[in-house]
């Protein structure tokens, strides 16, 4: 049986930690903020923004949240993030994505000051992850991490494989990995022999969005797997990307959904906007 890689557990863990570390900061008088925003009324984005604000009030982080109307205009948004831009009292922001349509994404990402991006998305941020030499890395990405090194297993060395290759996971994810001397193979929906490669892995992270897509015969006996996924099935239960019954038979290690990667996200972020606090003092 696999050993359960409880995301859920360890973030408490690094929640409480960091609560510490506000404290600590606040003597010193750097008060970290976060400012969320989010436009319109998806449900699933309302959640994650509400358990950001909790997140927050766990660990000390002085939180704003700005909840603005699906018809809100591009304009609109970015004068806002200008003036977060300059707030003192906000150290981090963030804009739940996915944004309403009519509203271009990559312009607000790049809108957001790169020492406020606590998501690590801004191309200036991107580019510093790329070559190993970063503030922030990008949440999900950095949890996993987490949760590998909860594992036990050094990843120096290891055949890693990515199953995903979006800007959010799957190619931050592989640039982390490799820093840590990992081989790392990224596949995506044109890869042949998918089966092949998620085979021959010691890690697997499984980054799709489909749900159930992973099934324990594409596992290597006693590999380490991370179920990135979260999809929402029809009966309104939340299932990863990760076949869970089949694989934890085969798997040394894995992570459940709920409460494997998912709460790790949000612990990176506190952690992110903690370092973005002390990383604009010291600027
Ligand atoms: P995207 O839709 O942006 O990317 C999905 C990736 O999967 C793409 O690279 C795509 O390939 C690849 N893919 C699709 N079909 C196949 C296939 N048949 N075989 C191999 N690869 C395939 O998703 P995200 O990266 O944003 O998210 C992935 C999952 O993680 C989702 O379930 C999402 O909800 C979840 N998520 C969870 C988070 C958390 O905190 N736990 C945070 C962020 C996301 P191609 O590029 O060729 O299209």
Redesign the pocket.
Known sequence: MAKLLMGKEVSARIKAELKAEVEELKKQGINPGLAVIIVGEDPASQVYVRNKELACEACGIYSEKYALPEETTQEELLKLIDTLNKKESISGILVQLPVPKHIDEKTIINAIDPKKDVDAFHPVNVGKIMVGNYDFVPC?PAGVMELIKESGIDVCGKECVI????N???KPQAMLLLHQNGTVTI?????KN?KEKTKNADILVA????PN?ITGDMIKEGAVVID????RLENKKLCG?VEFESAEKVAGAITPVPGG??PM?IAMLMKNTVKAAVVNQSK
């Open positions: 999900t199953v995903g290759r979006s959010i996971v799957g596949c995506h929906s044109k890869t998918l980054a799709v969005g489909i897509f990135v996924g979260i999809n990307d990667v998912g996200t």
